[in-house]
């Protein structure tokens, strides 16, 4: 282990934080039976760990009371978009009856619940049809494990449709140092964790960023990036899951997967010095992963290159691939805005001054702001929207 001077000072030594982390001390237990350990395998025990870990105690994570909240708190226009995706792709397929749709990563089941009522209004037909089944790895269905018992070979076509699910799979982290590029690793020093650079744990990972041709023995001494080699695992078992276990009779349908990331080449580019991993706590950027196992989310922008490699490999081909700004634009975003204003707000128009005017006003904006949220190109507009097809 070199020892990479890498832990803001004092970051992971918050004595508060310490005493009170049970899972800090499985971790640093761990640690002392077995040595350091990748970062990946800390953030899969941070996030995982059965009874401790982030996303498998019970306590309020999305949402504005949690620590985060995703398009689907924003507004019901994401899911009416998602309703109107799914709507094209079950005409696309021949009007499967059932239709499968698999959400994985489902979280409280918030955009279930709202495209199923969307499906009922605007569609009654694909409605009928509609089978839309959630997994959570809260509710023990891992997206990394055999999602298979979710779905059985009853049904022709599918979709399995995820948003941001990908970012919280571990990832191992790469540092260049002296010309070379190492792992880090996650050590105890003094009683606390740490972090440390070693050799790259396996050649996946020493050869990842290599293979998708990224120069980083160009760029300046301390570059870090983050390698989600799960990610490569998740889609393969997803395409294989979309393609039935039946190798004769392999099943048509779409992955949909949004997320925050971007093709290999800019995001692993010479200016992210210190690689995408963010941690939120309370609606806060919070400073430091080795802080708060289990109490804080940890996340890292999806390599999006890695996800249609992987997908053609297992022979699904790219359907599309857009900013969450242009799919909810295609997805008729404006179009419904534009309908409401007409039908529910032309009392702005006639009478702007009168109190029924101005509280219409005051909604109107409101709407319009969670558009613009959901849009906006610095922040979720900037998310990807993938979708592959079989
Ligand atoms: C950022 S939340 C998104 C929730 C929801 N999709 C939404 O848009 O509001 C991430 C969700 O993925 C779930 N998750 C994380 N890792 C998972 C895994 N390996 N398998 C299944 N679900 C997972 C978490 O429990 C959490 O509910």
Redesign the pocket.
């Given at each position: 282990m070199i020892d990479g001077n890498l832990t803001p000072e004092g970051a992971a030594r918050d004595p508060g934080m310490q005493k009170t982390s049970t899972l800090q001390q499985r971790i640093l237990e761990r640690i002392r039976q077995d040595g350091p350990i990748t970062f990946a395998d800390y953030m899969r025990m941070a996030?995982y760990e059965p009874g401790y870990g982030y996303?498998v105690t019970g306590e309020t994570r999305?949402g504005w009371e949690g620590d985060?909240y995703?398009?689907?708190?924003v507004a019901d226009f994401f899911a009416h978009c998602m309703g109107r995706q799914l709507l094209q792709m079950w005409e696309a397929l021949g009007k499967p009856e059932p239709f499968m749709v698999l959400e994985?990563?489902?979280?409280r089941g918030?955009?279930a619940t709202t495209i199923r009522a969307w499906t009922a209004q605007e569609s009654p037909d694909m409605h009928a049809a509609l089978e839309y089944r959630t997994?959570?790895?809260?509710a023990g269905?891992?997206?990394?494990q055999s999602a298979t018992k979710a779905v059985d070979d009853a049904f022709s076509p599918m979709v399995i449709l995820?948003?941001?699910?990908v970012d919280?799979?571990p990832v191992h982290i790469v540092q260049k140092y002296e010309g070379t590029l190492y792992e880090l690793y996650v050590t105890e020093e003094d009683g606390h964790l740490s972090e440390g650079l070693g050799e790259p744990c396996s050649t996946e990972v020493a050869s990842y960023l290599d293979h998708y041709k990224i120069p980083w023995r160009t760029y300046e001494d301390g570059w870090r990036a983050e390698v989600n080699l799960a990610a490569l695992s998740w889609m393969e078992r997803t395409s294989q899951l979309l393609m039935g276990a039946n190798p004769k009779r392999k099943r048509h349908g779409f992955i949909l997967a949004i997320d925050y990331g971007d093709s290999a080449k800019k995001l692993y580019t010479q200016y992210r010095h210190h690689g995408t991993l963010a941690c939120y706590y309370q609606h806060q950027l919070a400073e430091h992963p080795l802080l708060r196992p289990g109490k804080q989310d940890i996340t890292a922008h999806v390599n999006f290159s890695a996800l249609i490699e992987t997908g053609r490999q297992q022979g699904l081909r790219l359907h599309s691939f857009s900013t969450q700004s242009q799919w909810l634009t295609t997805m008729g975003i404006y179009d419904e805005l534009e309908r409401i204003r007409q039908h529910d707000f032309g009392i702005i128009d006639q009478s702007r001054s009168s109190d029924q005017g101005q509280i219409a006003m005051f909604r109107w904006y409101n709407l319009r702001q969670r558009v613009s949220t959901l849009t906006e190109p610095a922040g979720m507009g900037n998310f990807k929207v993938l979708i592959l097809k079989r």
């Amino acid at each position: 282990m070199i020892d990479g001077n890498l832990t803001p000072e004092g970051a992971a030594r918050d004595p508060g934080m310490q005493k009170t982390s049970t899972l800090q001390q499985r971790i640093l237990e761990r640690i002392r039976q077995d040595g350091p350990i990748t970062f990946a395998d800390y953030m899969r025990m941070a996030l995982y760990e059965p009874g401790y870990g982030y996303y498998v105690t019970g306590e309020t994570r999305i949402g504005w009371e949690g620590d985060f909240y995703t398009s689907t708190d924003v507004a019901d226009f994401f899911a009416h978009c998602m309703g109107r995706q799914l709507l094209q792709m079950w005409e696309a397929l021949g009007k499967p009856e059932p239709f499968m749709v698999l959400e994985q990563g489902s979280g409280r089941g918030d955009l279930a619940t709202t495209i199923r009522a969307w499906t009922a209004q605007e569609s009654p037909d694909m409605h009928a049809a509609l089978e839309y089944r959630t997994a959570d790895i809260n509710a023990g269905l891992d997206a990394l494990q055999s999602a298979t018992k979710a779905v059985d070979d009853a049904f022709s076509p599918m979709v399995i449709l995820s948003n941001e699910l990908v970012d919280a799979f571990p990832v191992h982290i790469v540092q260049k140092y002296e010309g070379t590029l190492y792992e880090l690793y996650v050590t105890e020093e003094d009683g606390h964790l740490s972090e440390g650079l070693g050799e790259p744990c396996s050649t996946e990972v020493a050869s990842y960023l290599d293979h998708y041709k990224i120069p980083w023995r160009t760029y300046e001494d301390g570059w870090r990036a983050e390698v989600n080699l799960a990610a490569l695992s998740w889609m393969e078992r997803t395409s294989q899951l979309l393609m039935g276990a039946n190798p004769k009779r392999k099943r048509h349908g779409f992955i949909l997967a949004i997320d925050y990331g971007d093709s290999a080449k800019k995001l692993y580019t010479q200016y992210r010095h210190h690689g995408t991993l963010a941690c939120y706590y309370q609606h806060q950027l919070a400073e430091h992963p080795l802080l708060r196992p289990g109490k804080q989310d940890i996340t890292a922008h999806v390599n999006f290159s890695a996800l249609i490699e992987t997908g053609r490999q297992q022979g699904l081909r790219l359907h599309s691939f857009s900013t969450q700004s242009q799919w909810l634009t295609t997805m008729g975003i404006y179009d419904e805005l534009e309908r409401i204003r007409q039908h529910d707000f032309g009392i702005i128009d006639q009478s702007r001054s009168s109190d029924q005017g101005q509280i219409a006003m005051f909604r109107w904006y409101n709407l319009r702001q969670r558009v613009s949220t959901l849009t906006e190109p610095a922040g979720m507009g900037n998310f990807k929207v993938l979708i592959l097809k079989r």
